[in-house]
C-alpha cells in the first residue's frame, strides 16, 4: 500500500498576488496623472476676441505653457471668464501680481504688431510676478504692460504737456543712433502728461542730469502774422512713427549720469530746447530771410533754422544770419561744404523754385569735406545741379528740339524718370542729337519698339465732337519735356541705342502703321482728321488732303492703326458716310454734330492701299444670314435699301439691295428673310408692292385707307402672302416676280404653318452690310 506523502501548505496563496499587481499599477497611474495634470485659473477680460477654447494657448517665452478649455460670458455680462490649464511646471510663477494680455494683430500709425497671429492665431502670454502670495484668478490686460523696473536700462520719464504724434514704442534717437523707446505713457490730474523712457543699457552713459529731450516727430506751426508762419515738419517717417531725440551741450557734459525715475522736460523741438550746433552764414543781402522762420533744409528735410540776423559793420553792409543747427546735422560743418540761399525765379524759360512762393525763401547746402568749421559765407554763383543719378543714356534724334534744353525731365505715365543730359545740332546742321538719362531703376522701361516724343507745351483739337486739350506736367509744358511709350513688347536694349524723337505722342503712334491713299472727287465734306470707321471703330484718320491737278481729284493721305490693316484688301469697298434728308426721313444723323466720316466694308484679295472712295455706300449684293431672295420688278416705285417686307403687317424682312437685271428689262430687287421666318416662304408665295396708300371711296360708304404701315407710306415696302398648300420650301437664291398691286385673293390665305420659338424675349435681327445694318423686326434703321 502507497505512503501518503504530507507537504507543508502555504500561508497565502499565490492567485492573491494578481489583485496586489493591479493595485500598484493604479497607484502609479494615480501618481502619473497627478504629475500630469494642470493648474485650473481663471481669466477676466473685457473681451475675448480671437480667443477660442481649445485652440487659443497661453505662451510664455516662445514656449507653450497653457490653454483655454472654456470662454464664457462672466455673471453682470460685462467681460468674458476664460478657464485656462496651465502646465504644472509654471505654479511657482502663478501669484497676485502675474499678469496676463492677449496678443494678437494690431495696427496702427505706421506700426504693425502681434503680426505672427496672422498665421497662428491669437494668444495669451503672461509676465511673471514677484509676490510670494499664490492666486489662481487673475484680471486681463487690455495691452501688455510698461516693462518692469527689472529690464536692465535706465528708466526715466519725460514730462510734457502734449503727446504729440509719439506713441508706444516710439524711438529715442541721439547722434542719429537709436538708443531707446518710449515704454508707456499716462496722464496726470494736473492734466499734464508723463512718458516712461527706457534707455538701452550700452547708451546710458549718453544720459546726464543736463540732457535735454525734444520733439523730432510730427509737424509744428509757428510764426505769427508780421513774421508770418513756419510749418516744420522732420521728416515723413518721423511723422508717422513719432520719435525723440537728446543731446547734451559741451558745457553740460561733466554733470552727473542720470539715475533711474528721474524726470526731465520734453520740448517740442531742438530749438525750442534751445540745444543745436551754433553757425553764421554771411550773406549779401537779408532779403526773404526771417529770423525763427527760415529754415536750413537738404533734400527736404529740415536741417536747422535761423535765429537771428544782424548788420555787419563793412563796406559792403552785408549780413549775418546766425543758425541753430541740428545735432545730427554736424557733420555738414567743414570747410568745404557751400551754402545757398533758394528764392524764387520767375522767367520767360521757365519757373523756378515755384514752392518757395508759398513756404518762403530757405537756405540749402551741398556738403564738403575738410576742416571742421561753423563760420561761411553764402554762394553768389546759382545752385548747381545736383549729380545725377545712375541709370542708363540713350541717344534721340529730332527735327527740332522745340523748348527742351538741359535738364528738361523724362517722363513716363506723368512721372520723372529721367532728364535730358546733352542737346546740340548735329554735323551735317540737319537734325537735333540728344541724350537722355534714365535713372537706374526705370532704365527697363526701354525696348527696341520704344517710341519717344515731345511734350512741351500743349496741344489743342477742336471740332464739332467738342474740344480736346493734351498736355503733361507745367514743368513740361513750360519747359519742355520728352515722354515715351511701348506698343509691343521687345527686347531691352543697350545704353547707347539710338531712337527718333517724334514730335508728338500721335505723330509717334502713327508710327508703324499702314499708310493708305485715298481719292475723292469732291474733297468739301472732308478734313485732315476726318476718321475712318469700321462697325462704329475708328480704325485709322485722314491726315493730310490735297488736290492733283493732273487727275482733277482730291486725294488724302490716311493712317490706319496696324492692328486693322486686315480689313484693306483689293475688293474692299469705301464711301462717305453725311447726312441724307429725304421724305422717307433723316440717315446719319449723327453727321450734323460729328461731322462726316469713312466707312468701309471688308474685301478679299492681297492687301492695298490705294483706294477710290465712293461717294455714297455702294448698292451691296445679299449677304447675313436668313434666307436671299431676288424679286424681279419693271420699276422700283417708292421701294429702297432698307425698305421693309411684310406676313400680315409683320415685318420679317428687309431688301438688302437693288440693281438692273443682267438685260437692263427688269429690276432685281435683293431681299433677306429672317432665320425664324424662313418657313413662311415657299415657292408658291407671292409678293407684291405695299408702298404708298390703297383709298376706295363710295357715296354711302365713305372713305376707307388701307396700308401696310405708316412706314411703307413713306419709306415703301413689300408684302408677301402663301397659298393653303404652299408646296415646297423657297431654297436660297430663288427668284420671284413682284406684283405692282395685291390680288384680292392673295389676302385671304391663311395656311398653318410652324415657327420656331424665340429663346430670349423680341430679338432683332441685323442684316450686315459693311457699316450699314437694316434692323428687321424693330424700327430702328440706319
Known amino acids: 500500500m502507497e505512503k501518503a506523502v504530507l507537504r507543508k501548505r502555504l500561508i497565502v496563496s499565490p492567485i492573491w498576488f494578481l489583485p496586489l499587481l493591479a493595485l500598484c499599477i493604479v497607484f502609479g497611474l494615480l501618481i502619473s496623472s497627478y504629475r500630469n495634470s494642470g493648474i485650473e485659473i481663471t481669466l477676466h477680460f473685457s473681451g475675448a476676441e480671437g480667443v477660442t477654447a481649445g485652440k487659443t494657448k497661453v505662451i510664455y517665452k516662445g514656449i507653450q505653457v497653457g490653454s483655454v478649455k472654456s470662454v464664457a460670458m462672466d455673471s453682470e455680462l460685462e467681460g468674458a471668464d476664460i478657464t485656462v490649464e496651465m502646465d504644472r511646471v509654471t505654479k511657482k510663477g502663478l501669484v497676485a501680481d502675474t499678469m496676463f494680455w492677449i496678443v494678437k494683430p494690431e495696427i496702427s500709425a505706421g506700426r504693425i504688431t502681434g503680426l505672427d497671429t496672422l498665421v497662428s492665431g491669437a494668444y495669451i502670454t503672461l509676465r511673471m510676478g514677484n509676490s510670494t502670495k499664490s492666486e489662481r484668478h487673475f484680471n486681463g490686460l487690455s495691452e501688455p504692460p510698461p516693462m518692469g523696473e527689472e529690464t536692465p536700462g535706465l528708466h526715466i520719464k519725460l514730462k510734457t504737456d502734449t503727446l504729440y504724434s509719439l506713441q508706444r514704442g516710439s524711438y529715442v534717437y541721439s547722434r542719429n543712433l537709436r538708443i531707446g523707446k518710449v515704454d508707456d505713457y499716462r496722464l496726470e490730474q494736473n492734466g499734464a502728461i508723463i512718458l516712461d523712457v527706457l534707455i538701452q543699457p550700452e547708451f546710458t552713459d549718453l544720459i546726464r542730469e543736463g540732457t535735454r529731450f525734444w520733439n523730432a516727430s510730427g509737424l509744428s506751426v509757428t510764426g505769427d502774422l508780421q513774421r508770418g508762419l513756419s510749418v516744420n515738419v522732420e521728416s515723413m517717417a518721423s511723422l508717422i512713427y513719432g520719435g525723440l531725440t537728446c543731446g547734451t551741450a559741451e558745457s553740460l557734459k561733466d554733470t552727473p549720469p542720470a539715475r533711474s525715475g528721474q524726470m526731465f522736460t520734453l520740448y517740442k523741438d531742438f530749438a525750442d530746447a534751445e540745444y543745436g550746433i551754433p553757425m553764421t552764414l554771411q550773406l549779401a543781402s537779408g532779403d526773404g530771410i526771417v529770423p525763427g522762420r527760415t529754415k536750413v533744409m537738404f533734400r527736404g528735410l529740415k536741417a536747422g ?61 551741398l556738403i564738403g569735406d575738410g576742416e571742421r568749421q561753423d563760420s561761411f559765407v553764402v554762394e553768389s554763383s546759382p ?44 554735323e551735317a546742321g540737319e537734325r537735333i542729337d540728344l541724350e537722355i538719362l534714365l535713372y537706374e531703376q526705370y532704365a527697363g522701361l526701354v525696348k527696341k519698339t520704344t517710341r519717344f516724343y515731345n511734350i512741351s507745351g500743349f496741344q489743342l483739337d477742336a471740332s464739332l465732337q467738342g474740344v480736346s486739350v493734351q498736355a503733361d506736367s507745367l514743368n513740361a509744358m513750360i519747359a519742355g519735356g520728352i515722354s515715351f511709350f511701348t506698343p509691343d513688347d521687345g527686347e531691352v536694349v543697350e545704353e547707347g541705342q539710338i531712337f527718333s524723337l517724334y514730335p508728338g505722342r500721335e505723330e509717334a503712334q502713327r508710327a508703324g502703321s499702314l499708310f493708305l491713299t485715298l481719292e475723292f472727287l469732291d474733297g468739301g465734306d472732308i478734313t485732315p482728321r476726318t476718321k475712318i470707321k469700321y462697325k462704329g471703330i475708328t480704325v485709322g484718320t485722314l491726315v493730310r488732303t490735297w488736290y492733283d491737278s493732273d487727275k482733277d481729284q482730291v486725294l488724302a493721305k490716311a493712317v490706319v492703326q496696324k492692328r486693322f490693316t486686315k480689313l484693306f484688301r483689293r475688293t474692299t469697298d469705301i464711301w462717305l458716310v453725311k447726312p441724307q434728308i429725304s421724305l422717307s426721313g433723316v440717315r446719319n444723323l449723327d453727321t450734323m454734330i460729328s461731322g462726316p466720316y469713312l466707312d468701309l466694308l471688308p474685301g478679299t484679295g492681297g492687301f492695298k492701299t490705294h483706294f477710290m472712295v465712293q461717294d455714297s455706300e455702294p448698292e451691296l449684293t445679299a449677304s447675313g444670314d436668313g434666307l436671299h431672295l431676288v ?87 413689300i408684302a408677301m402672302a402663301t397659298p393653303e398648300e404652299p408646296g415646297s420650301l423657297a431654297e436660297e437664291g430663288d427668284h420671284f416676280l413682284l406684283a405692282e398691286k395685291v390680288d384680292e385673293d392673295w389676302l385671304v390665305w391663311s395656311p398653318k404653318i410652324s415657327l420656331p420659338r424665340k429663346k430670349r424675349g423680341p430679338e432683332q435681327y441685323q442684316v450686315q452690310a459693311g457699316k450699314k445694318k437694316i434692323r428687321v423686326g424693330g424700327k430702328e434703321k440706319r
Open 631 to 717: 424679286l424681279e420688278a419693271e420699276r422700283i416705285g417708292s421701294l429702297k435699301k432698307g425698305s421693309p417686307l411684310y406676313y400680315r403687317q409683320v415685318e420679317i424682312g428687309g431688301i438688302t439691295g437693288i440693281e438692273l437685271g443682267p438685260t437692263a428689262q427688269m429690276v432685281w430687287i435683293h431681299v433677306v428673310i429672317e432665320p425664324r421666318y424662313i418657313p413662311l416662304v415657299h415657292r408658291s408665295s407671292r409678293f407684291w408692292n405695299a408702298g404708298g396708300i390703297k383709298m376706295i371711296a363710295g357715296l354711302f360708304s365713305g372713305v376707307s385707307v388701307e396700308t401696310e404701315s405708316l412706314e411703307s407710306i413713306l419709306a415703301g415696302g
Open 305 to 365: 533754422i535761423v535765429r537771428s540776423i544782424d548788420i555787419n559793420n563793412e563796406d559792403f553792409h552785408s549780413v549775418t544770419a546766425s543758425i541753430l543747427l541740428d545735432p545730427r546735422a554736424e557733420k555738414i560743418l567743414r570747410e568745404n561744404t557751400r551754402f545757398w540761399v533758394v528764392r524764387p525765379q520767375i522767367s520767360l524759360s521757365g519757373i523756378k523754385n515755384l514752392e518757395t512762393m508759398l513756404s518762403g525763401s530757405y537756405i540749402t547746402f
Open 383 to 426: 545752385m548747381p545741379k545736383l549729380f545725377l543719378r545712375p541709370g542708363k543714356r540713350f541717344r534721340l534724334e529730332a527735327e527740332e528740339s522745340g523748348s527742351l534744353g538741359l535738364g528738361s525731365p523724362v517722363m513716363y505715365k506723368k512721372q520723372e524718370i529721367g532728364e535730358v543730359t546733352a542737346l546740340h545740332l548735329n
